[in-house]
């Protein structure tokens, strides 16, 4: 079986312990790569450095270990930072670990050393992933809510209660309003009163089909106070972690229904002729 490389800063003042450290590591199947230092200025001039993890003494004679993991935390650095040191006590190691510290091993039992430090590197490999995951989240949504602005259509994201989360610019081209204006309310509350229970009830529905859609014609009210008859597909992605939300794409089709309604009305004179 093949070693397991790691790059290793150490912070320690006695050379023996450095040695028993590394010894236990390389027993335990890693190759290390090392480098040691023992004051304030060695240690904050070697992080200019990458290194897998760091191995530190709780205190050396004029530096110790919450020092250095402040130089960590002020240069934004992502290492595993484990405490080595002889008995300190339980709660110094405690509230190293509240600021940062990934954990403690007592100088006298290094054969927990090597379970420490695998340990502190899968948690390091999780952290990684998890800043990966909403890198790439945060970039699609910013890549899907440009698309929305540049679009010509009007769209809504909606939560499970209704609640407007986001609006298109096209909401102003088609109801007047703003894109951030209505968002907070509820979509339901522009809905027209002769239409407002059928739009429930299909919203209802969809709320229980997961990546379907429903299709709906209902009354709205634009910014103006006037009733405009709307089109919209809504679909429910509120399952999917990329959108998270009911999406209505709807545009406007009052003079569709206006035709419509002349044409009705034409037929019915016919009739009657």
Do not use: C
Not at 108 to 127: D, Y
Not at 200 to 216: A, I
Not at 249 to 272: F, M, S
């Amino acid at each position: 079986m093949s070693a397991t490389p790691l790059r290793v800063l150490v912070l320690e003042d006695r050379g023996t312990d450095v040695e028993l450290m590394l010894l236990y590591l390389r027993r335990a199947g890693f190759e290390v790569d090392w480098e040691w230092v023992d004051n304030e200025k060695d240690f904050a001039d070697h992080l200019d450095s990458h290194f897998d993890l760091i191995l530190a003494d709780y205190r050396l004679p004029q530096f110790n270990a919450l020092e250095a993991l402040h130089h960590l935390q002020q240069r934004r650095i992502d290492t595993p930072f484990l405490l080595v040191s002889g008995a300190i006590g339980e709660e110094l190691a405690v509230d190293a670990m509240r600021k940062g510290a990934e954990d403690f091993v007592q100088k006298n039992r290094l054969t927990r050393l090597p379970q420490a430090v695998r340990r502190a590197l899968e948690q390091k490999r999780l952290r990684d992933e998890k800043r990966i995951t909403e890198r790439l989240l945060e970039e699609r949504e910013h890549r899907y809510r440009r698309m929305l602005e540049k679009s010509f259509a009007a769209v809504m994201l909606l939560n499970e209660q209704g609640t407007i989360l986001y609006a298109s610019p096209g909401t102003s081209r088609v109801l007047g309003y703003k894109s951030t204006e209505r968002v907070g309310k509820s979509a339901f509350e522009f809905v027209h009163p002769e239409d407002l229970e059928r739009t429930r009830q299909l919203f209802e529905q969809l709320l229980k089909e997961p990546s379907e859609s429903v299709h709906m014609q209902y009354r709205y009210q634009r910014q103006d106070g006037s009733w405009r008859w709307l089109e919209s597909i809504e679909t429910n992605l509120l399952a999917d972690p990329e959108v998270r939300a009911i999406v209505d794409n709807y545009h406007d089709i009052t003079t569709q229904k206006e035709l419509q309604e002349e044409l009705r009305k034409l037929r019915e004179r016919r009739k009657t002729e």
